[in-house]
């Protein structure tokens, strides 16, 4: 087994500890949640099934983007909200639930919304794109569902555990997370460099911008609910959209996947000052994600 094959299952294998220790803080209800709140639902899907894949097309038509970037922009934008989001921003949020429910939601919904867009945005560009269910549960299930709904198992089994050891297992699984991520960009970096050009740089910044914003307003009115949605609708699911471009273009798939990861490289740079704002304002404006007795 290859050095680049290691490092990507021990990527993968700290994604599934990071969410899994999510989970040993969750419930049931909490995962189910947000099927409960139609409205807040149906803004969800609009700010990251709807909006951002036809700002991506957008930018695809209009702009001389290079074409590994312009494919990780589509494919990014179509994949759902991502495994991973920063804890600290969660917490001062204080909208566990709907972390909970937004990844369970946004994940069961995009084995049907992802093959679709894809068929459609692949007729718009006369390209043959595909992408099968199966596919996308697979990488659903083992990245968001199945880690999940362990953690919430042994929440619901074992409280005492999840109260005494959940938190510094999720400081242990992001740094897990970060030594398994090093390696993976050091072994990309090349591949990266070559993505920068053409206004690589903007078209991302742009795409981070707009789907902070798009998700800040159809996040209200509750302001923790702004920013989760906010940053999942900026962040994305890094490793479906490496999943689609490796089923549709083999040949280009590590420059592909280069420029996803170069995408999340710069994100983690522009989403600074809005989480500062974020948590600032949050401070001194706590929000009330729990009372469910409201319908958004």
């Given at each position: 087994m290859t050095i680049a094959k290691l490092t990507i299952l021990a990527l993968q294998a700290s994604i599934f500890f990071t969410v899994f220790c999510l989970g040993l803080e969750a419930t049931l209800q909490d995962a189910v949640s947000l099927f409960r709140r139609p409205r807040l639902l149906l803004r969800s899907l609009l700010a990251m099934n709807v909006i951002m894949p036809l700002f991506a097309a957008l930018m695809a038509a209009v702009f001389n983007l290079r074409p590994q970037v312009e494919v990780a922009l589509i494919l990014l934008a179509v994949s759902p909200v991502p495994p991973v989001l920063p804890r600290t921003q969660l917490k001062a949020a204080g909208s566990t639930s709907y972390v909970y429910g937004l990844l369970v939601a946004a994940?069961?919904?995009?084995?049907?919304?992802?093959?679709?867009?894809?068929?459609?945005?692949?007729?718009?560009?006369?390209?043959?794109?595909?992408?099968?269910?199966?596919?996308?549960?697979?990488?659903?299930?083992?990245?968001?569902?199945?880690?999940?709904?362990?953690?919430?198992?042994?929440?619901?089994?074992?409280?005492?555990?999840?109260?005494?050891?959940?938190?510094?297992?999720?400081?242990?699984?992001?740094?897990?997370?970060?030594?398994?991520?090093?390696?993976?960009?050091?072994?990309?970096?090349?591949?990266?460099?070559?993505?920068?050009?053409?206004?690589?740089?903007?078209?991302?910044?742009?795409?981070?911008?707009?789907?902070?914003?798009?998700?800040?307003?159809?996040?209200?009115?509750?302001?923790?609910?702004?920013?989760?949605?906010?940053?999942?609708?900026?962040?994305?699911?890094?490793?479906l959209a490496i999943t689609i471009a490796a089923a549709n273009f083999p040949a280009q798939s590590r420059q592909i996947a280069a420029a996803i990861l170069l995408y999340f490289l710069v994100r983690m740079v522009v989403v600074i000052p809005y989480m500062r704002a974020r948590k600032r304002h949050l401070g001194g404006e706590p929000s009330q994600p729990e009372d469910f007795r409201r319908v958004a």
């Amino acid at each position: 087994m290859t050095i680049a094959k290691l490092t990507i299952l021990a990527l993968q294998a700290s994604i599934f500890f990071t969410v899994f220790c999510l989970g040993l803080e969750a419930t049931l209800q909490d995962a189910v949640s947000l099927f409960r709140r139609p409205r807040l639902l149906l803004r969800s899907l609009l700010a990251m099934n709807v909006i951002m894949p036809l700002f991506a097309a957008l930018m695809a038509a209009v702009f001389n983007l290079r074409p590994q970037v312009e494919v990780a922009l589509i494919l990014l934008a179509v994949s759902p909200v991502p495994p991973v989001l920063p804890r600290t921003q969660l917490k001062a949020a204080g909208s566990t639930s709907y972390v909970y429910g937004l990844l369970v939601a946004a994940g069961l919904l995009s084995i049907v919304f992802v093959p679709l867009t894809i068929e459609i945005l692949g007729r718009v560009f006369a390209a043959n794109v595909h992408i099968s269910p199966a596919a996308v549960a697979k990488v659903i299930i083992t990245t968001i569902l199945l880690p999940l709904a362990l953690g919430i198992l042994v929440h619901s089994r074992a409280p005492d555990f999840s109260q005494r050891h959940g938190k510094v297992m999720a400081r242990l699984s992001g740094i897990v997370l970060l030594i398994a991520a090093v390696p993976l960009l050091i072994l990309a970096f090349p591949a990266m460099i070559s993505a920068l050009g053409n206004g690589t740089l903007l078209a991302m910044i742009a795409f981070i911008l707009v789907g902070l914003s798009v998700g800040h307003w159809l996040g209200r009115p509750d302001p923790g609910e702004q920013t989760i949605l906010a940053l999942a609708t900026a962040s994305r699911h890094p490793g479906l959209a490496i999943t689609i471009a490796a089923a549709n273009f083999p040949a280009q798939s590590r420059q592909i996947a280069a420029a996803i990861l170069l995408y999340f490289l710069v994100r983690m740079v522009v989403v600074i000052p809005y989480m500062r704002a974020r948590k600032r304002h949050l401070g001194g404006e706590p929000s009330q994600p729990e009372d469910f007795r409201r319908v958004a």
